[in-house]
Every structure is written in C-alpha cells, then in structure tokens.
C-alpha cells in the first residue's frame, strides 16, 4: 500500500534518531489512526498523509522527545545543582587553605580541566534540541562528575591536614551527587 509506504518511511526516519522503543510506540500510534482513518472511508494514501500530519513531522517529533529525553533532564539538573556544590566545596577549599596540601599540581591543573570538560559535554546534552542522541552525553558527564566527586572525597580525606566545618555540607552533598548520579546514569543509555 501507498499509504502505509508513507508511514514506514515516516518511522524509518526516525528510527536512526530515536530508540527502539520510542519508534515502537510511535508505530502502534500511526498504524492505529492509519486504521481509523481507513475505517472512516478515506483512501489508503489519505489515510496514511492524514496520520502522519497528525503525528507531526519527523523534527516536531525529534523536538518532543528530545526536550523529555532523561539525559536532556539529567544534564539539566546536574548543571543546576553545580552551583550548590561551588557553594558547599569552595569555602571548603579555602577555609582548609588547599594550595597548600600535598598534591602535585598538574594533579590540581587536570582537575579543574576535567570539571570544565565535563560542564561543556552536560551543556551540549541540556541544549540539545531536535538531537536524541546528543542528549545522552549526559551519561559521560554524569559518570565524570562521579569520578571527580571520588577523587575530591579521596582528596580530602588523604591530603587534608584537618577537616573544616564547611566540609560537613560539602562531603555529605558530593555523596548524594554520586549516588543520585548513578541512579541516573543507566536512564540516560
């Protein structure tokens, strides 16, 4: 049939950009208002023309999951709660005078460029507009900021000659972030 050539073609587009089961879903939908339509008299290709407008085309579609895409909404809270754990590590890091414990400096140097790294790709994954697949970048970022939230507990821990106050909020907050984070990981793949 015409008409339902038009509807594969539809959900082959897609299927490059979008999961399997997002496609799947998309499927049963157009092939049951395919039917209806089919059921109220219209021609095959009307019928499959008509289903397809309803469902939207393939960037109105690719926009809609994208912008509910759990990574697009992980990368989106972990870039939100950033600043809160600036909040929490910096006076941390200060009160605790960090420059000078013993950690080599191209150590101190890769750290920061790690965390920047990491804020760029959970920026690409939180902007992503009609790229599913971008959105999932927020995996690679969220395992990264596990990473480095590991290597600041280990730090502290291992360097620190005392522990600060401000450390009673900032340790407790990067172990909600890694446990939180890794809940979230496996949902954005």
Not at 37 to 66: C, K, M, W, Y
Not at 137 to 152: E, F, K, T
Request: glycine share 8%; net charge neutral.
């Amino acid at each position: 049939m015409a008409g339902h050539a038009l509807i594969e073609a539809h959900l082959a587009t897609l299927a490059g950009r979008l999961p399997a089961g997002a496609v799947d879903e998309l499927a049963e939908g157009l092939t049951e208002t395919y039917q209806h339509h089919l059921a109220r008299g219209l021609d095959p290709n009307s019928a499959a023309a008509t289903a397809v407008a309803e469902f939207g085309d393939t960037n109105q579609i690719l926009t809609a999951f994208t912008r509910q895409a759990p990574g697009r909404r992980t990368a989106l809270a972990l870039l939100a709660t950033g600043p809160v754990f600036a909040a929490c590590w910096g006076p941390s890091l200060i009160m605790s005078q960090a420059w000078r414990w013993p950690i080599p400096i191209a150590t101190e140097v890769a750290f920061g460029l790690a965390l920047l790294g990491i804020v760029a790709i959970l920026a690409l994954a939180a902007t992503s507009r009609h790229d599913y697949g971008r959105t999932r970048l927020a995996a690679a970022g969220g395992i990264g900021l596990i990473v480095l939230d590991a290597a600041m507990l280990a730090a502290v821990l291992l360097a620190a000659p005392t522990l600060v106050w401000p450390m009673a909020l900032a340790i407790p907050a990067s172990l909600a972030r890694i446990a939180c984070t890794a809940r979230s990981v496996p949902r954005v793949l």
